[in-house]
């Protein structure tokens, strides 16, 4: 036997659905408080558990660049760990957009404001676990 190719092809979403989303994000009085999140996410093409494992030595909002050379995974028995990207076309210097560093900035200042440590990994444990399904066909 031959070896059978069972990936599955992904299908990005569209201009409109991504507005559509991040209208409803925007708007809702419980995922509002994760647009930028979501916005950077969008915007950067990162996976969640890159993102999840920025730290704010990652994000140089003066050059526009984020550094992605790690990630949270969390292992079988639900410990999270931060390790190296799974390749090392995954290490990169991502630049990014003017509107994805005033997102950054946000987050930044919200975690500031209400003394949360300095770690973008808490203010992203929700994507990691709590994925819910929600409907943006609003």
């Known amino acids: 036997g031959g070896v059978v190719n069972d990936s599955v092809t992904r299908e990005a979403l569209t201009r409109e659905q991504m507005r559509k989303f991040l ?63 799974k390749t090392s076309a995954g290490t990169r210097k991502l630049p990014i957009t003017e509107d994805v560093a005033k997102c950054f900035q946000a987050i930044i200042e919200d975690s500031e404001k209400t003394k949360v440590e300095k770690s973008f990994v808490i203010l992203k444990i929700f994507f990691l676990f709590y994925g819910e399904r929600i409907n943006i066909d609003k």
């Open 23 to 85: 209208k409803f994000v925007h708007d809702d009085n419980v995922y509002c408080k994760y647009y930028e999140v979501v916005y950077i996410l969008f915007h950067t093409g990162m996976r969640i558990s890159e993102f999840c494992g920025l730290t704010i030595k990652d994000i140089d909002l003066e050059n526009r660049i984020v550094n992605i050379d790690h990630q949270l995974q969390r292992l079988s028995d639900m410990t999270l760990v931060i390790e190296p990207t």
